[in-house]
């Protein structure tokens, strides 16, 4: 699928509401293009200034297609659980004031759903990315049965699709810039398809036994389908629901049984009960290091590489991968991660 037809979609799109058009973007089967320097809108288009992200990886889709020129203020910062976030009368204020408000939906921001719906209310356009995506594309959510799994970023072929979301309401914003959001599509798409081989490589290299992914609570089930990992967590979909003895009990029988080398923890969920993992596999006899610290519902410190989607990806794909006896780059796909 090629700028010029992008664009054209975009147009269409920008003439009607925003969130009433399904535009039909073909995800990485559009990754095989040449490298497109990143677009900048139309000189004297009017491009929303006063836009808001709830969490960093919708804002970074924002900020990327956009050409820069929107850096979306992200309402749940840096090793914030979005899941326990409560937004204070400041936060409300600062959303209805908003041009737009981007957002995961599918209750990933569970507490956020009602003052949501009041921004919506007051004719503001609300994006929600991740229920951009038919429904027979996600999980069930066993505890929302009207949501799938909000963690739908942990893919990178879904993220791509669900970034059209974002390029639809920018251009209907924006309507005079939507050739630059189409350019930056496609370059945004092209690089989460270069990640995506990146990830299949480094997973891949994981000995097949200990292909177990060991974590707080249950971020990964996009990423273990995707890539061939299987998952086991403490905690479910949300970081609310509570570990019982049991699950631990039951997961450090797998590790024992498994031999697995590594469980991970989560830089916005306590390690608490995955350093218990570690201590009841240590009192079987079975040594089980912490692997790392993953970013699951939240990305990195601003500014850094690991603050971006891609590198929040990459680092993840590392870590896991490294801990797990796979072989992979000291500084990960693009020699950039912290060392």
């Known amino acids: 699928m090629n700028r010029r037809h992008i664009s054209r979609q975009l147009h269409l799109y920008s003439r009607s509401h925003v969130g009433r058009r399904s535009l039909l973007l073909g995800g990485l ?6 490298a497109i320097a990143q677009a900048q809108p139309a000189p004297g288009a009017r491009v929303p200034r006063n836009v808001i992200a709830t969490v960093a990886m919708v804002g970074d889709v924002v900020r990327e297609i956009s050409g820069g020129r929107i850096r979306a203020e992200t309402l749940i910062g840096e090793g914030v659980d979005p899941h326990l976030f409560r937004p204070t009368r400041a936060d409300i204020a600062k959303l209805l004031a908003a041009d737009a408000v981007f957002a995961n939906g599918h209750r990933l921001e569970g507490r956020m759903g009602d003052v949501l719906e009041r921004v919506r209310a007051a004719g503001k356009p609300v994006v929600l990315m991740a229920e951009s995506l038919p429904r027979s594309r996600l999980r069930a959510n066993p505890d929302y049965p009207d949501a799938a799994d909000p963690h739908v970023w942990m893919d990178p072929a879904l993220w791509a699709d669900a970034s059209g ?25 092209r690089r989460l ?10 997973i891949g290299s994981i000995p097949a036994e200990a292909r177990l992914l060991v974590t707080a609570h249950d971020a990964f089930a996009y990423f273990g ?15 609310e629901s509570e570990a019982n003895l049991a699950q631990i ?27 218990a993992l570690i201590e009841g596999a240590a009192a079987r006899g079975h040594r089980v290091a912490l692997g790392g610290n993953l970013f699951s519902d939240a990305m990195g410190r601003p500014g850094t590489y690991e603050g971006s989607y891609e590198g929040m990806m ?7 991968a490294r ?17």
């Open 323 to 339: 801990a797990l006896g796979g072989r992979v780059p000291a500084r990960g796909l693009n020699g950039r991660l912290a060392a």
């Open 314 to 320: 990459d680092h993840n794909a590392t870590t896991i």
């Open 29 to 34: 089967g559009a990754l095989a293009l040449p």
């Open 249 to 275: 009990e039951a997961l450090v029988r797998k590790l024992v049984e498994r031999r697995v080398p590594a469980v991970f923890a989560e830089t916005s969920v306590p390690d608490r009960a995955v350093r």
């Open 225 to 239: 389908a995707r890539y061939g990992l299987e998952i086991a967590s403490i905690q479910g979909l949300s970081t």
């Open 165 to 189: 979301a974002v390029a639809e309401a920018l251009a209907a914003l924006a309507p005079d810039a939507r050739e630059g959001f189409a350019d930056n599509l496609l370059r945004f798409r």
């Open 193 to 202: 398809g270069r990640l995506d081989h990146y990830v299949q490589e480094a």
